[in-house]
């Protein structure tokens, strides 16, 4: 972005969010710093997934897969009383590339689980600095082969197969969808990108509007950046499956779902993104939704705006799996 | 990502968190909220279903977040169930839907809400036009601001209007009102309270004030008032065109008349003959004993009796037109003395 550019303020909060974040965000600054990405992975629970299951008749199981250089988990959640041969959902979980776990984002997939008797395989990759680009995408990638290998076995139909995650996931799950493409990878039924983090380039008007305040701003942004992509940030190094916002061509695409918030620092990035796609004939959903910040729905999932960005998704999957 | 700094739920049941519920009501206010996104807030951070109302708003939010139009089959009535509620502007209240003990926040929660609802119903124009209203009817409001809450009810300062009062469960109604009605306490009871331009056809109890001008419509207030404490079943509108020099002696009435000779003498005898109140008002408001008699079904001779034997214990004759005036006057001020309207 040009120096010239004036930058206005960003749009106001939703008048609920403005006020959920008003309260929770005493409990965090709102620019994540690398010395916090210790102490967010061991100072901040993670959802148990006993909890998270609590009572739903859903079947969760561990399989250790093997990547390029070792084995790593992902968590198979299959409806009681399941019918083989229904969709498959494959979910790369958020987190700003590095915090969180396979069960972040438990809450909703749990419920797709439930409303389309899919199989969700989440899947445990790496997490940067300590495993910087591109072992995140090349775990998930991994994750998808096995999944899709496994299809019979897990019981879904491998072409009624999405893939999907928000946030960090999102972003890893473009990346994923763009290697299939061209690796000649599985072919995807969909792919669900919930607020994507997908350019390492900070450059957009929305990634200098969101500085200092709400949800995973400028400076969080920063923070994760580096750490996946450490000296290589910024350059041409960057692939676009680390960075699938550096992608030049987005045809051969399945159809791709987009949504993102109005009062988030992925907002231009993720619009940009859905235009690319329609630029070369593709498939796609966008959703903007009105002052929310990022991750406004899992924050505040019985605000309004919350209801309707996950009733949107949830309408997606509905169209997309035929389900 | 709510990882990073969680999720709006449900309170600790035990620890009190009265910083997080007040800050959390107070951005909703500063944000302009609407009463479901309010009670939506009470309900996530109690964990229970909230409801409210209030000035005709009824509204509740399940546990969940979701706003139902009515209540869950078989769920108790809200004005019955055992919940724990607050009052809101006069007549209205809010409620959590909780069953069992308390939590440590939800009297807090529901301060909070009731406070955040009654200003959310003020903003609105019908809360707005109720808050002109109060204005217009107060003596103590200097006159050019009572002027000002007028043209804000759009009231014509060279026409002529009737303030009409009504118990505050009843209705000011059938009129041709320019202004809502509102609700307000008075110290005999809760009134409600309109400005009509004409007034025909009420069922009562209703009173019906002085015709005066918008920068007057205190004094029509004031005397809506007395006419509604006169009012009884044998006449349920009184207007108070029609009182006179009653509304004088409501005045004084209102000031010390607690040992006046006559009060005293009729409160002994309607203490030892509670019977006597039908007789006696019968023969304030009618022409003679005979249609008396006729009125409450007696012979005229057991009317006789009974006056002549009252006469006595108040130490007026009632045959005489002075004592009739006399009973009138002391029946019309232990009215005006014990008519509440709660």
């Known amino acids: 972005m040009s120096e010239k550019t004036e930058i206005h303020p960003a749009p106001p909060f939703d008048v609920e969010l403005g006020a959920v974040l008003a309260v929770l965000a005493e409990a965090m600054p709102p620019t994540l710093t690398p010395e916090m990405i210790e102490p967010m992975r061991t100072g901040v629970p993670l959802p148990v997934i006993a909890d998270l299951l609590g009572g739903r008749p859903i079947d969760h199981e561990e399989r250790r897969i093997p990547v390029a250089d070792g084995e790593i988990t992902v968590s198979v959640f299959t409806k009681q009383g399941h019918v083989a041969g229904g969709p498959g959902i494959f979910h790369t979980h958020g987190g700003g590339m590095i915090i969180g776990d396979r069960f972040t984002g438990a809450d909703e997939y749990l419920q797709w689980v439930e409303e389309f008797d899919a199989v969700v395989v989440s899947v445990e990759y790496r997490l940067a600095p300590e495993f910087p680009d591109p072992t995140p995408v090349d775990d998930c990638y991994a994750g998808l082969l096995w999944t899709v290998e496994h299809a019979d076995e897990l019981g879904f139909d491998p072409a009624r197969l999405v893939i999907g995650g928000a946030s960090a996931g999102g972003g890893l799950a473009a990346g994923v969808s763009l290697k299939a493409r061209d690796e000649g990878g599985p072919a995807l039924a969909g792919s669900l990108l919930i607020y994507p983090m997908l350019d390492d380039r900070n450059e957009t008007v929305s990634s200098h509007q969101i500085d200092g305040f709400g949800v995973w701003d400028r400076g969080s942004n920063d923070t994760g950046w580096d750490a996946l992509l450490g000296d290589r940030r910024f350059t041409d190094e960057v692939s676009i499956y680390a960075a699938p916002a550096r992608a030049q061509d987005l045809s051969g695409l399945p159809p791709t779902f987009i949504d993102c918030a109005t009062a988030e620092v992925f907002r231009d990035e993720d619009v940009a993104y859905a235009s690319k796609i329609w630029a070369v004939g593709g498939i796609a959903e966008l959703h903007v939704w009105p002052g929310g910040f990022h991750g406004f729905d899992a924050m505040a999932p019985q605000a309004q705006l919350s209801v309707e960005a996950r009733a949107a998704r949830v309408r997606w999957l509905h169209r997309i799996l035929g389900a | ?342």
């Open chain 2, 1 to 342: 990502m709510q990882e990073l700094v969680g999720r709006l739920t449900a309170l600790d049941p035990e620890a009190s968190e009265s910083l997080k519920v007040i800050s959390y009501f107070d951005a909703l206010v500063d944000g302009h909220a609407s009463i479901e996104v309010l009670l939506r807030g009470a309900a996530v951070l109690s964990g229970q279903a909230a409801g409210c109302d209030a000035h005709g708003v009824v509204l509740r939010v399940a546990a969940n977040g979701v706003l139902q139009r009515a209540q869950d089959p078989g769920a108790p009535d809200p004005a019955q169930a055992p919940w724990p509620s607050h009052p809101v502007a006069h007549d209205g209240r809010v409620w959590i839907e909780r069953s069992g003990p308390a939590h440590a926040n939800d009297e807090m929660i529901l301060e909070r809400l009731a406070l955040a609802v009654a200003i959310v119903l003020d903003r609105t124009p019908a809360g707005a036009a109720r808050r002109a209203l109060e204005t217009v009817i107060d003596a103590g409001t200097p006159p050019t601001e009572r002027l000002e809450a007028a043209r804000r009810l759009s009231l014509d300062a060279g026409t002529s209007y009737r303030v009409v009062a009504a118990p505050a469960a009843g209705e000011v109604g059938p009129t041709a009102p320019v202004t809502p009605s509102v609700v307000v306490e008075t110290p005999f009871g809760r009134v409600r309270v309109g400005v009509a331009q004409d007034h025909a056809g009420s069922v009562g109890p209703v009173g019906i004030g002085l015709a005066r001008r918008p920068e007057a419509l205190d004094e029509s207030w004031a005397s809506a008032l007395v006419a509604l404490r006169l009012t009884d079943e044998r006449e349920p509108v009184v207007r108070a065109d029609d009182l006179g020099i009653l509304l004088a002696l409501a005045d004084a009435a209102d000031g010390d008349s607690a040992d006046d000779p006559d009060l005293t003498a009729l409160r002994t005898l309607l203490g030892a003959h509670p019977a006597a109140l039908p007789l006696l008002e019968s023969l304030a408001v009618s022409e003679s004993v005979r249609a008396v008699a006729l009125d409450l079904g007696f012979h005229h001779s057991t009317v006789q009796a009974h006056l002549a034997y009252y006469g006595d214990r108040l130490g007026f004759d009632l045959r005489t037109p002075r004592g009739r005036v006399r009973l009138s006057l002391a029946l019309s001020v232990l009215r005006l003395t014990t008519r509440r309207f709660d």
